[in-house]
């Protein structure tokens, strides 16, 4: 069956980095457009980022452009974001989602989901 893993997350202070993977199995990886997606407390689920099936498009939220990037490895079948400048508003729970057709950063073209993995930036 399709599953998505995230990892990755964890306590970082302000302005440092980390690194978050989404790691699939059960399906056909490259066939799939992966996205990004974090959901504060309290807040909608909001699109951070998105990539092509290939790795040759990608988009960006203007919230965390220039400071994020999207990356997959279609033989490791894992989607990287790697988070830079990190601020205490990116506090959330981060997703990551798949979907046949053309990346995009609205939650609601996406059929499959992980389980999510908590981020928080704190001094």
């Known amino acids: 069956q399709l599953q998505l893993v995230e990892s990755g997350g964890g306590l970082v202070q302000p302005g440092g980095s980390l690194r978050l993977s989404c790691a699939a199995s059960?399906?056909?990886?490259?066939?799939?457009?992966i996205g990004w997606f974090r959901q504060a407390p309290g807040k909608e689920r909001e699109g951070l980022s998105c990539?092509?099936?290939?790795?040759?498009?990608?988009n960006y939220a203007d919230s965390v452009k220039d400071r994020f990037t999207i990356s997959r490895d279609n033989a490791k079948n894992t989607v990287y974001l790697q988070m830079n400048s990190l601020k205490s508003e990116d506090t959330a729970v981060y997703y990551c989602?798949?979907?046949?057709?053309?990346?995009?950063?609205?939650?609601?073209?996406?059929?499959?989901w992980g389980q999510g993995t908590q981020v928080t930036v704190s001094s």
């Open positions: 989602a798949a979907r046949t057709r053309v990346a995009t950063l609205n939650p609601s073209d996406y059929t499959y």
């Open positions: 059960g399906f056909t990886f490259d066939y799939y457009a």
């Open positions: 990539i092509s099936q290939t790795g040759s498009r990608t």
